[in-house]
Nanobody
Framework: VQLQASGGGLVQAGGSLRLSCAASGSSFSISRMGWYLQAPGKQREWVVFITHGGDTVYADSVKGRFTISRDNAKSTVYLQMNSLKPEDTAVYYC??????????WGKGTLVTVSS
């Protein structure tokens, strides 16, 4: 499985961005997809995931502001990020997990939120 993330950029606080992550290869085997972030000088932390059936789980820090969605036909997930804060500044990594619990990672996309 290969993952291609896109959509990062620079935005002012309070603004919005939408990230996309397209899976290719054996995408039929994916059970869940989601995002991690890594802020400057910090460890990578989990943000959200969505299952093949559409169930979602969010980290408390993004609940009510971020929304993940999934287009199974396109093997793509989207992360709509609203009300962005400077502390959301990070490299965002898309990941996928298959039914055997193997994980795949895409290259990160940088999100910068200016105050």
């Amino acid at each position: 499985v290969q993952l291609q993330a896109s959509g990062g950029g620079l935005v002012q606080a309070g603004g919005s961005l939408r990230l996309s992550c397209a899976a290719s290869g054996s995408s039929f085997s994916i059970s869940r997809m989601g995002w991690y972030l890594q802020a400057p000088g910090k460890q990578r932390e989990w943000v959200v995931f969505i299952t093949h059936g559409g169930d979602t789980v969010y980290a408390d820090s993004v609940k009510g502001r971020f929304t993940i969605s999934r287009d199974n036909a396109k093997s793509t997930v989207y992360l709509q990020m609203n009300s962005l804060k400077p502390e959301d500044t990070a490299v965002y990594y898309c990941y996928a997990e298959n039914f055997r619990h193997l994980s795949y990672w895409g290259k990160g996309t940088l999100v910068t939120v200016s105050s």
